[in-house]
T-cell receptor, first 115, second 111 residues
Framework: GAGVSQSPSNKVTEKGKDVELRCDPISGHTALYWYRQSLGQGLEFLIYFQGNSAPDKSGLPSDRFSAERTGGSVSTLTIQRTQQEDSAVYLC?????????????FGPGTRLTVT | AQSVSQHNHHVILSEAASLELGCNYS??????LFWYVQYPGQHLQLLLKYFSGDPLVKGIKGFEAEFIKSKFSFNLRKPSVQWSDTAEYFCAVKGNNRLAFGKGNQVVVIP
């Protein structure tokens, strides 16, 4: 079946501009996660959704970052007033549930470059 | 909060050599452990996972990992690597509804 998809695959933006990154999870997966992969920091957790609710936003690096999920499906990660340190690969993952032993399936990522 | 340490970030070895990648975790709750692999140009894929039961876990492509609770370790092994095992390998622990990853091991297998 279809895996997790993300768009765009690459995004180049100028410093100060806003960007939106999209994630389509596997159908039927109620849990959705955003991570960031960068050279200096490795893989960092950003936020997760259970359904449309995001119980824990503590992983978001600043208030320029926000995310939403609608219809228990598609999620959008928005970065406002982008900075060069935001350059990274943004990964989305989904799983059947958040709890216990449900594994996470990852998408291909969006490579964001802020110039 | 949970955390993971991986050592020897860069590993270079010849085909047919044995591979062992170390992983140490820190987490006070129920342990769910994973190894993910990222092949060049591809997305993260699950290699294997441990939730409970037999501490020796077998995964795809001949990989296995051993959970040693007393050492807080979950080391990955493969007896004989192939060129196609060239990839980055990440150990992760699940807790608080998220995965915490180690920094990864970049493994290069020379034909």
């Amino acid at each position: 079946g279809a895996g997790v998809s993300q768009s765009p695959s690459n995004k180049v933006t100028e410093k100060g501009k806003d960007v939106e990154l999209r994630c389509d999870p596997i159908s039927g997966h109620t849990a959705l996660y955003w991570y960031r992969q960068s050279l200096g920091q490795g893989l960092e957790f950003l936020i997760y959704f259970q359904g449309n609710s995001a119980p824990d936003k503590s992983g978001l690096p600043s208030d320029r970052f926000s995310a939403e999920r609608t219809g228990g499906s598609v999620s959008t990660l928005t970065i406002q007033r982008t900075q060069q340190e935001d350059s990274a690969v943004y990964l989305c993952a989904s799983s059947l549930r958040t709890s216990g032993r449900y594994e996470q399936y990852f998408g291909p990522g969006t490579r964001l470059t802020v110039t | 909060a949970q955390s993971v340490s991986q050592h020897n970030h860069h590993v270079i070895l010849s085909e047919a050599a044995s591979l062992e990648l170390g992983c140490n975790y820190s987490y006070g709750g129920t342990v769910n452990l994973f190894w993910y692999v990222q092949y060049p140009g591809q997305h993260l894929q699950l290699l294997l996972k441990y939730f409970s039961g037999d501490p020796l876990v077998k995964g795809i492509k001949g990989f296995e990992a051993e959970f040693i609770k007393s050492k807080f370790s979950f080391n990955l092994r493969k007896p004989s690597v192939q060129w196609s095992d060239t990839a980055e390998y990440f150990c992760a622990v699940k807790g608080n509804n998220r995965l915490a990853f180690g920094k990864g091991n970049q493994v290069v297998v020379i034909p």
